[in-house]
């Protein structure tokens, strides 16, 4: 199947592939374009299931039976579950990646290119309570099928944007949107716990082997560092953007106390 392989052709057809029982389980209904299942999935009792929970979900989203040989052409992994979804890509605006109207808690990243990075990112900022994700057109596809499996669901729901002027978004959000933006740099001279996120905020994170291109990195309003000790020099990508997403998170917590169930 041309979607899970080549990016181009997902976003000329604006759909991509989900896989397994509970990834197709978490796609809201709006978004299912259609869904594949092997032959003989029906007949096994979570199969069975699956299928009467989505059609009463979305009982307009066509769904076929195929042979075991036509399926695993169409999947990507090397244990399929039996059934995939195409589904939908989501339009997104500046406003809905601001918060529309909580402060601003932003990731942006330039030029990732680990799957596993981004989809663990993606899933991160859903728990941490940020409020979107800005990358540019060089990193990594979101859509891709190992992106959209490690995100676990969290695609769905964590508004997201791709820009072609990465410059240009970051001066936006500094002088239109009031939006501080953080740098996570070697030559940072304050640790990340001692800059205020409780306003509008948005962290920058680079390429893993390069990190942030001088002339991004530029754009920061501030630099900052993570305290390192041994002989490391920086964390993992994602890694390094759960730090910062999570310190924001408890600052807020404790300026903004929530009520919250475990």
Do not use: W
Request: glycine share 8%; hydrophobic share 40%; with cysteine.
């Amino acid at each position: 199947m041309t979607l899970n392989k080549k990016a181009r052709e997902r976003k000329a057809q604006r759909l991509f592939v989900v896989e397994g029982i509970r990834a197709v389980a978490e796609v809201p209904a709006s978004l299912l374009h259609a869904i594949y299942y092997v032959e003989g999935f029906s007949s096994s009792a979570d199969g069975a299931a699956f299928i009467s929970e989505i059609s009463a979900k979305a009982p307009s989203v066509p769904m076929e039976e195929v042979a075991k040989k036509v399926f695993d052409s169409m999947s990507d992994t090397v244990t399929p579950q039996g059934v995939l979804a195409l589904v939908k890509m989501q339009d997104f605006t500046m406003e809905d990646v601001l918060g529309n109207g909580r402060p601003a808690h932003i990731v942006i990243l330039e030029s990732l290119q680990d799957p596993g990075n981004m989809g663990t990112i993606i899933r991160t900022a859903e728990g941490a309570g940020a409020t979107g994700i800005i990358m540019n057109t060089t990193t990594v596809d979101l859509y891709s099928p190992k992106v959209v499996r490690s995100t676990m669901g969290s695609i769905f729901r964590v508004p997201h944007l791709v820009v072609s002027d990465l410059g240009a978004t970051l001066t936006e959000l500094k002088e239109k949107h009031g939006v501080s933006v953080y740098a996570a740099h070697l030559k940072g001279e304050k640790f990340y716990d001692e800059f205020d996120y409780s306003g509008p905020t948005a962290f920058m994170i680079g390429n893993e082997g390069n990190g942030l291109t001088d002339e991004t990195a530029a754009l920061a309003t501030s630099y900052l560092k993570i305290p390192m000790e041994g002989q490391l020099e920086s964390l993992n990508a994602s890694v390094a953007a759960s730090i910062l997403m999570y310190e924001a998170s408890r600052q807020r917590r404790c300026a903004f106390p929530l009520k919250t169930e475990v």
